[in-house]
């Protein structure tokens, strides 16, 4: 059974600053709070999960905490005609049979539906898939899976879901399943009876299991039709024509290993086939507790292998350290990412890494976070199509609960 529920408003607040200002600029940045989020009650706060666009440019997300009922929200941000951003909370979790404490990011399909995944409440307290749909009353929110440790389909889930173009919803649960409770990949199909649910693949928790466990992110697809993702010591490709799994890449966990280790945050393709990731821990630096995390690279090989190249090591310093979240990639191979320690006032971090011609990365830092305008950022960012980028912060903020922020590179 899954552990008692865990939210940040179990927390105790550290954060006790007052915002000055909503825009700053550094480091040739432009840096906005779009939203804060004045405390647990109303409209939510401890943001974990990352955002999502709909076609209108509005913004969709999730609070771990806060809400009507104390135990999350979906809430919306809707970018008006004057360049505001005007924040609505669509849903509120009563920590019933609809769930409680979404941690993941919400997704939308090609109609506007809003699908996410709670990782407590439910039916078993495991966990639910949940849809959110308009309507001309508001929004009708059904569950479309409950999950139950005992019975072997996965619990906690954690990571935001990917849906593909038929409308079949994918996922992970970071615990549960037949094998000892490692974790699975899950589809949910839909059809005129209702949603099908399915393990595609099943996580084996002791050694000497090979394939991974307890994967905490989110799933992508590549463009060979196969879902990509991470455990905690892996990388994977999980094909969909017959759901057979491979790692592409294992990492070890040896104190002094410069690769890193502990992959919370998913992966991501360039537009040449590489794939880019972090882990929050391990590299070359231990004066924090088990290192303080690189960015690498998986680089495919003629003979099926793939090469792993570290960009970047993460140190105890104004740089930042700890990324907990997978980097995103533009369309010129630069990568973005967050920290969620170090910087000014180990608040956290936005950093760029951009090639260069002699095959090295270029690091900077974009922002820098020191409570006012955010605290903590563990979810990766999304981009517009102009190029400017959108995240969320745990912590922080008037409230001390979290923030909705852009940046202009």
């Not at 529920?5 to 600053?17: D, E, G, M, N």
């Not at 600029?25 to 989020?37: C, E, G, I, K």
């Not at 404490?101 to 699908?115: F, I, Q, S, T, W």
């Not at 991470?230 to 070890?252: D, I, M, P, Q, S």
Request: with cysteine.
């Amino acid at each position: 059974m899954a552990l008692a529920a865990f939210s940040l408003r179990t927390i105790p607040l550290v954060v006790t600053f007052v915002l000055t200002t909503a825009a700053v600029s550094f480091a040739q940045t432009t840096f906005q709070v779009l939203h804060n989020f004045p405390s647990y009650d109303g409209d939510g706060g401890g943001l974990w999960g990352s955002l999502s666009f709909d076609g209108k440019g509005n913004l969709y997300g999730t609070t771990s905490g806060g809400g009507a009922y104390n135990t999350g929200t979906v809430f919306k941000l809707k970018h008006t005609p004057g360049g505001q951003w005007r924040e609505k909370v669509l849903y509120s979790f009563v920590f019933g049979t609809d769930g409680a404490d979404p941690l993941g990011g919400p997704v939308l399909d090609l109609a506007g539906n809003v699908y996410g995944t709670t990782t407590y409440g439910g039916t078993h307290d495991d966990g639910t898939v949940f849809e959110l749909s308009p309507s001309r009353t508001g929004w009708v929110l059904s569950v479309l899976h409950n999950f139950d440790f005992y019975g072997a389909d996965g619990a906690s889930p954690w990571g935001s879901l990917v849906v593909d173009r038929t409308g079949n919803v994918f996922g992970t649960t970071s615990e549960g399943g037949p094998n000892d409770g490692g974790g699975t990949v899950f589809e949910l199909s839909p059809s005129d009876r209702g949603w099908t649910y399915d393990i595609r693949h099943t996580f084996c928790a002791p050694p000497p299991c090979t394939d991974g466990a307890s994967p905490e992110s989110g799933l992508i697809f590549g463009t060979d039709g196969n879902l990509y993702g991470t455990t905690l010591g892996t990388v994977f490709r999980l094909k969909t024509k017959n759901w057979k799994e491979h790692a592409l890449h294992r990492f070890h966990w040896q104190k002094g290993d410069r690769e890193g280790y502990m992959l919370y945050g998913g992966v991501v393709f360039d537009q040449t086939g590489n794939l880019y990731g972090a882990t929050a821990g391990g590299g070359t630096d231990y004066r924090c507790q088990g290192g303080c995390g690189t960015v690498f690279g998986l680089s495919p090989q003629p003979d099926g292998h793939w090469k792993e190249t570290i960009l970047h090591t993460f140190h105890m310093d104004a740089n930042g350290y700890a990324p907990f979240a997978g980097p995103i990639v533009d369309a010129a191979g630069n990568l973005y990412g967050t920290t969620a320690w170090g910087g000014t006032r180990n608040g956290g971090t936005v950093y760029k890494l951009a090639p260069q011609p002699d095959g090295t990365w270029k690091f900077s830092v974009l922002h820098r976070f020191t409570g006012p305008d955010g605290y903590q950022s563990q979810a990766a960012l999304v981009m517009d199509k102009k190029g400017n980028l959108y995240g969320t912060t745990t912590l922080g903020g008037t409230g001390g609960v979290g923030v909705v922020f852009k940046i202009k590179p």
